[in-house]
């Protein structure tokens, strides 16, 4: 793949090379990224960026399916809600993971799990409220199960000290009860809570748990990607307009950059991030090696045309520069580095991208690219 053509716009000078080592080692192999780059990029990550949570799967989490509808949306599909409960030193929590899964297709079905930041109205599981931003009756007319639940159900999204949420009730986990400069903020939290979710998915049998694609948008896709890095069993990683400290590049970022999101959000990531305020050359990684950690699994980037403060140049340079990993391993990533036209979606290969007209949203036209691109990889299910 030709790289950095004049007509098109260079990878900013100073990124990271994926695929060489820290000492300066070449990456040459899979078994060494496997075995070396890949652990050595997400300590890089939960050092650096997002932080590193006391615990993964707690020894106390339980399920408990409240309430089964076998008839919802006019009998095309089955609504599930659920309660994942979990405990740790400093009290009890719960996610309220919604799900629905399609009556008239082949069982089990693969799943889309949506890691929502806006209000519950978004994912209302009567239906009466239909929102563009969670589809549900398309995603089901398509075949797939769709899931979701609210981000504040694991953490609320304010700079409250990380007193509530998981960070109060796991946070007493650290060495000696205190968080250093390296503690989970909230955008780990909440890819901590996807992980959650997804170990609920695992037990039922209506959802095919080795295809379940992580979608989020905004500070919900900064979520996902960093979700699919940390946990290898969501099998297709979906970003929608994350922008700063999501998909899109730090290096040459036009738009809200590292220093603007710390001021707004100093509550997303870990402390140490700050240092990197004004200094994005300094940091050790950038965002195509986050990109890169879903590899080899198929990742999808989209952008809008009017959301210039996500910048969607740097995030379609992101997968641009992401694709040497997917190579390594045996997969065509986007199989260009010309920057498509709106409304042109590129999905030939395992790492796909689209520009659509308009703002900052999530809407049914993302959605139908996302079920196009789980068809591709997945097989129609309709």
């Known amino acids: ?132 931003f969670w589809p549900a009756e398309e995603i089901i007319a398509r075949g797939y199960a769709a899931a979701a639940f609210l981000l504040p159900d694991v953490d609320p999204d304010e700079h409250d000290g990380f007193q509530n949420g998981v960070h109060g009730i796991f946070d007493p986990l650290f060495p000696g009860g205190k968080r250093g400069p390296d503690a989970w903020g909230t955008i780990a939290a909440w890819a901590w809570g996807a992980s959650r979710a997804l170990d609920y998915l695992e037990t039922d049998r209506d959802v095919d ?56 959000f100093p509550h997303w990531f870990c402390a140490n991030y700050r240092a990197f305020n004004n200094r994005e050359a300094d940091l050790p990684v950038d965002q195509h090696e986050l990109i890169a950690l879903s590899a080899p699994r198929p990742a999808y980037v989209a952008s809008a045309t009017e959301d210039t403060w996500a910048d969607p140049r740097s995030e379609f340079l992101a997968c641009v520069a992401a694709e040497p990993v997917y190579r390594l391993l045996g997969r065509t990533g986007l199989g260009t580095d010309r920057m498509p036209p709106p409304e042109t979606p590129v999905q030939s290969g395992f790492l796909g991208y689209h520009l659509r007209t308009g703002k900052h949203d999530l809407t049914l036209y993302d959605w139908e690219r996302y079920l196009d691109f789980a068809d591709r990889h997945w097989g129609k299910r309709r």
Not at 77 to 96: H, M
């Open 1 to 132: 793949m030709a790289q950095n053509r004049a007509s098109e716009p260079p990878l900013p000078p100073g990124l990271p090379d994926p695929l060489r080592l820290s000492s300066g080692e070449p990456v040459s192999s899979e078994r060494q990224w496997r075995e070396k780059r890949r652990p050595e990029l997400l300590e890089l990550f939960r050092t650096h960026v997002y932080g590193r949570a006391p615990v993964g799967r707690p020894p106390k989490l339980t399920f408990a399916v409240r309430s089964v509808t076998p008839d919802a949306m006019d009998g095309r599909a089955t609504r599930k809600l659920v309660d994942i409960a979990f405990e740790g030193p400093g009290g009890r929590g719960k996610i309220d993971l919604l799900l629905f899964t399609p009556n008239d297709a082949k069982r089990p079905a693969p799943a889309f799990l949506l890691l929502c930041n806006r209000g519950a109205e978004n994912i209302d599981p009567t239906r009466e409220k239909k929102s563009p």
């Open 209 to 264: 748990a080795k295809r379940v694609a992580v979608i989020g948008h905004s500070r919900g896709g900064k979520t996902a990607l960093w979700a699919g890095a940390e946990d290898e069993r969501f099998a297709l990683v979906i970003s929608n307009e994350s922008g700063s400290t999501g998909a899109a590049l730090a290096r040459g970022k036009k738009g809200e950059t590292i220093a603007d999101i710390n001021r707004q």
